[in-house]
């Protein structure tokens, strides 16, 4: 694995996550999978790093996932 890589483990460990939050968050467009190793599921560490800060800025401010989504994406 590259060492800029992270898998979905490294995620719940790192960020005090749920495999179900990490699911979620990906199917939902908040994560974006790089690449996938067998079954391994594996995220651009510093892009998740910096996804899961503004997540959880705008989480603290009051904003749904749909909201959070829209603004992650510019819409």
């Keep these: 694995m590259s060492k800029d890589m992270i898998s979905a483990k490294q995620i719940m460990e790192r960020y ?3 495999y179900n939050t990490v699911n979620h968050y990906t199917n ?3 994560l974006s999978v790089v690449a996938k190793k067998g079954k391994e599921r594996l995220y651009n560490e510093l ?3 910096e996804r899961l800060a503004r997540i959880n800025e705008l989480v603290r401010e009051g904003y749904s996932l749909h909201l959070i ?3 992650l994406m510019g819409i």
């Design 16 to 18: 005090n996550l749920t």
């Design 69 to 71: 989504r829209k603004t």
């Design 47 to 49: 892009e998740v790093n």
């Design 28 to 30: 939902f467009g908040l």
